[in-house]
């Protein structure tokens, strides 16, 4: 079973899936509010999708919620430190958050995820990695990619104030820049695993 909350997500799945010879079920879903039964899932995962959810709360739990006792969660979450978690911090200042929105990036750490999770799982795992990215020659390529392709940024360039879209262009452009080595990017991010506990 496969889900996500943007229609158009599910089908970019479904189409990498099929190419790799894979056929999950696909269910739009949010995961604040997941639509399976408490204890489906011998192993709930998530890459870079549960983290943006709004309300941090409410997503581990239902996360729990889902997994049988004695099931496996596994995250990859982008870290605050690292590169996209710094997007997320240019971005800020230029942007409001909806009430009640929490950062995004603070799924990426470990002690904030102990909080989360609390007494409801155990035998857990952090590790941090890096992604080696090699598609962008230069911060404002980087940046024009992302303001038309990725979610939270364009987003962002929607919410921000007209006088001030060349300071986010330019604020991105230099993100890009710094984060470029001999036109390599290393995206860190934050590998968790943990057991759920018996309900």
């Known amino acids: 079973m496969a889900s996500d909350v943007t229609p158009s997500l599910l089908a970019v799945g479904a189409k990498l899936a099929a190419e790799r010879g894979a056929s999950p079920a696909w269910q739009e879903a949010d ?3 997941l639509p399976f039964a408490t204890g489906s899932f ?8 549960v983290m943006f959810a709004p309300h941090h709360r409410a997503t581990a739990d239902e996360l729990i919620r ?5 099931g496996t969660v596994g995250l990859i979450n982008w870290t605050p430190e690292g590169f ?11 942007v409001t958050s909806p009430p009640g929105a929490q950062p995004a990036p603070r799924w990426g750490t470990p002690s904030y995820l102990a909080e989360l999770f609390g007494d409801r799982v155990t035998d857990v795992s952090v590790r941090r990695a890096n992604v ?12 024009d990619y992302f303001k038309t392709n990725y979610g939270p ?33 290393e995206w860190e991010y934050l590998l968790y695993t943990a057991r759920t506990t018996s309900r």
């Open 84 to 94: 996209i978690g710094q997007l997320f911090a240019t971005m800020k200042p230029f």
């Open 42 to 49: 011998d192993v709930v995962v998530s890459c870079v999708g």
């Open 153 to 185: 940024t364009i987003n962002a360039y929607r919410a921000v104030d007209p006088s001030r879209v060349a300071d986010l262009d330019r604020a991105l452009a230099d993100l890009g820049d710094r984060g470029l080595s001999d036109g390599v990017m």
């Open 66 to 70: 889902v997994a049988r006792p004695g």
């Open 31 to 33: 995961a604040e509010n």
């Open 132 to 143: 080696r990215i090699e598609a962008f020659a230069s911060g404002a390529e980087f940046r």
